[in-house]
């Protein structure tokens, strides 16, 4: 899939925007604070019903105005498809439409537009915390399954309401015996939630040893928890129930569920060592554009589309020949759309289209 045109009114700081974007590299250039990104997080918006950059959508309307809006053409397989986001701030309402159908879930959204979005935050994934991580596949996954995006809302939920009885015991306002039944949901959608991730760290190594290695960038994922002795149906099971029999007064003293998915890691190597701790910051960048595209070939090849791969200042921090490596592994993908301060940042690649940015304004190039 690629896309064909971006059009907005009064998002961020455009009041109204309309580009014709093409297959191949499309790069936006301009200083700092002109509206690269916004662009960016448009698509963003889009495809998985949200921002990268906020949990509010008022403060993607320009200011001054009430409403915002974002039409988006795509073409996969030679046929055109319409996707558009409203919101209004009035009602507090946002309105998503795939071909004129307005939709009513946002589980219907995700995946139906594949993006791959790597921005500068995103080396938190690196050396943040455990739940940066933890999103990277969990926002992955949740395109490819819609299964996998249901039952993590689930999970989280039941983990919020097991916390709150766990809470209610200590304070002796509940039983203990309510809790049977939560630890057994608590348990089923955390090993379904585990598996899943399990499986999609060993196909993103594949993808990072066959397609995005080379003698000096060699990444690899490995699935971390100090809570099961294996990733098996069998052994994840009985590990939650010997961890409930055994830490319950444990959980009952902290009201938390100490177990389970959300309480996950995933250890990133950059040439076999931890690049949490021995990277430099120029190769942890490299180790998460890696991920990025890891992700999105698996897209493809879960989904059999390819995804639009979003890159928000790819050339920050980043010299010639890293950006080089990198560069030439954009050829795995149908479209790339490219932020960057500086057009020459980019030098020896061959865009299909640039543009110029400037205070809200984007001028084909």
């Known amino acids: 899939m690629y896309l064909k045109s971006v059009e907005l009114a009064n998002f ?4 109204t925007l309309k580009i014709k974007l093409s ?17 960016i997080e448009s698509i963003y918006c889009t495809a998985l019903g949200r921002s990268f950059r906020s949990f509010e959508d008022t403060v993607m309307i320009k200011h001054g105005k009430t409403a915002f809006s974002i039409a988006l053409n795509a073409v996969e397989n030679d046929i055109e498809r319409d996707f558009s986001v409203e919101y209004d701030s009035a009602i507090r309402k946002k309105k998503v439409m795939i071909n004129g159908n307005r939709v009513a879930r946002l589980s219907q959204v995700v995946g139906k537009l594949p993006v791959v979005l790597f921005s500068p935050e995103n080396i938190m994934m690196i050396k943040g915390e455990p739940s940066q991580r933890r999103r990277f596949l969990d926002d992955m996954l949740s395109q490819f399954e819609e299964e996998y995006f249901l039952t993590l809302g ?28 939560w630890n057994e949901q608590v348990m089923n959608n955390g090993i379904r939630i585990i598996m899943s991730r399990v499986r999609a760290v060993e196909e993103l190594n594949a993808m990072l040893e066959e397609e995005l290695a080379s003698d000096k960038f060699r990444v690899r994922l490995a699935y971390s928890s100090k809570y099961y002795s294996a990733f098996d149906e069998i052994s994840l099971r009985n590990n939650f129930l010997e961890h409930f029999s055994a830490r319950i007064e444990d959980e009952i003293a902290r009201a938390t569920t100490l177990i389970g998915p959300h309480r996950d890691d995933l250890e990133i190597f950059y040439n076999d060592m931890e690049a949490k701790n021995f990277a430099s910051e120029g190769q942890q960048r490299i180790a998460a554009i890696l991920m990025k595209l890891s992700e999105g070939l698996l897209m493809k090849k879960k989904k059999g589309s390819f995804p639009v791969v979003l890159l928000d200042d790819f050339s920050s921090e980043l010299d010639e020949p890293n950006r080089g490596f990198i560069g030439k592994k954009f050829s795995l993908f149908k479209q790339i759309i490219i932020t960057t301060t500086y057009r020459e940042n980019l030098k020896g690649f061959s865009p299909a289209r640039e543009f110029e940015v400037s205070a809200g304004r984007v001028e084909p190039k």
């Open 12 to 15: 961020r700081n455009y009041d």
């Open 23 to 39: 297959p191949g590299i499309n790069v936006f250039y301009g200083e700092n604070g002109t509206g690269k990104t916004n662009v």
């Open 154 to 181: 689930k999970y989280q939920k039941e983990v919020s309401h097991r916390n709150y009885l766990l809470k209610g015991i200590r304070e002796g306002r509940i039983k203990r015996e309510n809790l049977s039944v």
